[in-house]
């Protein structure tokens, strides 16, 4: 099972931009898809942005041209950039990773907005 830490969470006034990372146990070369979720109190974990080994993305329409989401195989790193932050985006933020049929998650990284 793939090992997950996330990084990169804080507290940002509304406009400011953060940038979470989220680094592998394993080459990620090798997984087939990366995510990132978010959760917030109260509510269902729901579907951020997703890259696939062959660099295909996609996103929420909640975060569509505010976040990005890339991957650098050489550090076995996946990373969330959010700019435009809205207290709405507040959340717990989670990297899923899905191999083989697998899935791994990380343990998350607190984002706060305040307005």
């Known amino acids: 099972q793939v090992q997950l830490v996330e990084s990169g969470g804080g507290l940002v006034q509304a406009g400011g931009s953060l940038r979470l990372s989220c680094a592998a146990s394993?080459?990620?070369?090798?997984?087939?898809?990366m995510a990132w979720y978010r959760q917030a109190p109260g509510k269902q974990r729901e579907f951020v942005a997703g890259i696939s080994r062959g660099n295909t993305t996609n996103s929420a329409d909640s975060v569509k041209g505010r976040f990005t989401i890339s991957r650098d195989n050489a550090k076995n790193t996946v990373y969330l950039q959010m700019n435009s932050l809205k207290p709405e985006d507040t959340a717990a933020y989670f990297c899923?990773?899905?191999?083989?049929?697998?899935?791994?998650w990380g343990q998350g990284t607190q984002v706060t907005v305040s307005s």
């Open positions: 899923k990773a899905d191999q083989g049929g697998r899935a791994s």
């Open positions: 394993i080459s990620i070369f090798s997984i087939n898809f």
